[in-house]
């Protein structure tokens, strides 16, 4: 089981027990709202150990997305819906095995790194970033790029090979391609 966020912002030195102890029944008031949220906005750590801390937690590399310059080709792979509801911006992508690297806003969910692994079809590795640096970056990366309804649809037909059967009229069944 992954260490716990508070005991890591203990260990790393940027709380002391009385203080995590305040956050806890801080974050008991607050309606469910991220230990490391309610300890940033009591003014006790700063974004930046946070971050630090959850890539302890998750063993992740954390980087900061607005030193960054991403590829058009991945922005072409991920498409908009894809990068917001998952909140995540590529970064790059390995030459030889064509492995992915996604900046995650929301590290704490292992099911995003292989959802977006299946719908990719490459390996996908994860590292972390602000949230608030991912939203910008989705917001500025896919400015200007509308996605249709249409657009997604096709999207999907082609990466699960369903394009095949695009052409078809949609009142016949072949039962041999089945």
Known sequence: MARRIGTIL?????????????????????DGE????????????TEDQVLKALGEQFGLKVVRLGDMSIPSELIDM?????ATSFKIVPISQN?????????????????????IKQFLGVDVKGV??????VMAAISRLYAGKQESIQDVVKQI???KGLA??????????DLEAI
């Open 34 to 45: 991220l230990l490391g949220k309610v300890a940033t906005r009591m003014g006790l750590v």
């Open 157 to 159: 037909e082609n990466d």
């Open 164 to 173: 095949q059967f695009s052409h078809r009229n949609e009142n016949t069944i």
């Open 78 to 82: 991920v498409n908009e819906t894809m």
């Open 128 to 133: 972390v970033a602000a949230e608030s640096d």
């Open 95 to 115: 030459k030889k095995d064509k492995s992915v690297t996604v900046a995650m806003g929301d590290p704490r969910d292992p099911a995003t790194l292989d959802s």
């Open 10 to 30: 203990v260990d790393m030195g940027y709380l002391d027990e009385d203080a995590l102890w305040k956050v806890l029944e801080e974050q008991k008031r607050s």
